[in-house]
């Protein structure tokens, strides 16, 4: 069964901190990883995908992976409100099309 | 650019009964996915249409699901009798072409209660 494991939070982090989310996966055969947002009542929205092992930074988001040890993280930098969402892991399997997703980690941002 | 639509947006329905759910998906886009979370449980994959045809809908649960994309356009998601554990929320997506640097446009997504 392949499986994608979030740490399961709630994670809480005053405004401007650092919020760190982590994300394990099983199948080695993954190649692409993604991390989407998901406002309360929303579509979950893609703010980032890495698929070779090291950084990845887009504003204030930077995508971690190492593939070694199984592992994607995300970083949010100076950390608003307006963050404040379900963050969702996600990896392909090596299928190109078929997304295992984590069951997510509720982030909140404290002003 | 308009994105993927669903609708309904919410179904409330009985035990027994049929449901029919859609997907518009962005215009251009041969890939359109279909998707369910349930409460408390991951997002999990249920079939992938590359235009008309059904690619892969291994993650369908049994055979009161049943998925077309007629033209390859839209797409329906029809459950037929619907069940209490069909409760949850049914996510469509599509995409032009699957690559390293893309992800899915979900839309927003049908949530639907079977009473």
């Known amino acids: 069964q392949k499986e994608v494991e979030q740490n399961s939070g709630p994670l809480s982090v005053p405004e401007g901190a650092i919020a760190s989310l982590n994300c394990t996966y099983s199948?080695?055969?993954?190649?692409?990883f993604f991390w989407y947002r998901q406002y309360s009542g929303k579509s979950p929205e893609l703010i980032m995908s890495?698929?070779?092992?090291g950084d990845k930074e887009d504003g204030r988001f930077t995508a971690q992976l190492n593939k070694a040890s199984q592992y994607v993280s995300l970083l949010i930098r100076d950390s608003q409100p307006s963050d404040s969402a379900t963050y969702l892991c996600a990896a392909d399997g090596g299928s190109n099309y078929k997304l295992t997703f984590g069951k997510g980690t509720l982030l909140t941002v404290n002003p | 650019e308009a994105g993927v639509t669903q609708f309904p947006s919410h179904s409330v329905i009985e035990k027994g009964q049929t449901v029919t759910l859609r997907c518009d998906p962005i215009?251009?886009?041969?890939?359109l996915y279909w998707y369910r979370r349930v409460m408390g449980k991951e997002i999990k994959f249920l079939l992938h249409f590359v235009k008309e045809s059904k690619q892969d809908e291994s993650g369908m649960p049994n055979n009161r699901f049943l998925a077309e994309r007629t033209g390859g356009t839209y797409s329906t998601l029809k459950v037929q009798p619907a069940e209490l554990e069909d409760s949850g929320v049914y996510f469509c997506a599509s995409s032009q072409e699957f690559g390293r640097s893309y992800g899915y446009t979900f839309g927003s997504g049908t949530r639907l209660t079977v009473v």
């Open positions: 215009s251009g886009h041969d890939n």
């Open positions: 890495i698929y070779s092992n």
């Open positions: 199948d080695r055969g993954s190649q692409s």
